[in-house]
């Protein structure tokens, strides 16, 4: 499974962007899909987690209610609409996909991973 992430940028606070992941390859044997973030000084964190079937998702604390995760099947591709962005959403976002379960924050439940797009929220 090949993945490619797209859509980071520079956006000021309160903005909004959307992030996209394609999926290619073995796509069929994805089970779920996830986006993580690390930025400058800090351990990569989990950010939306979304079940192939998108019947479930799952969200970290910090961006709930403001970031939404979905996917188009047809297109094997997975979406990060990030509202209301702050300067602390500043980071290298990475698409993850999994083969063996649905949904989680666990980055080692991911098998395969996309390079990074970065997002920059200016104040």
């Known amino acids: 499974v090949q993945l490619q992430a797209s859509g980071g940028g520079l956006v000021q606070a309160g903005g909004s962007l959307r992030l996209s992941c394609e999926a290619s390859?073995?796509?069929?044997?994805?089970?779920?899909m996830g986006w993580f973030r690390q930025a400058p000084g800090k351990e990569r964190e989990f950010v939306a987690s979304?079940?192939?079937?998108?019947?479930?998702?799952y969200y970290a604390d910090s961006v709930k209610g403001r970031f939404t995760i979905s996917r188009d099947s047809a297109k094997n591709t997975v979406y990060l609409q990030m509202n209301s962005l702050k300067p602390e959403d500043t980071a290298v976002y990475y698409c993850?996909?999994?083969?063996?379960?649905?949904?989680?924050?666990?980055?080692?439940?991911?098998?395969?991973w996309g390079q990074g797009t970065q997002v920059t929220v200016s104040s």
């Open positions: 993850a996909a999994r083969s063996e379960g649905y949904t989680g924050w666990r980055q080692d439940d991911y098998h395969y």
């Open positions: 390859g073995r796509a069929f044997s994805i089970t779920g």
């Open positions: 979304i079940s192939w079937s998108g019947a479930s998702t």
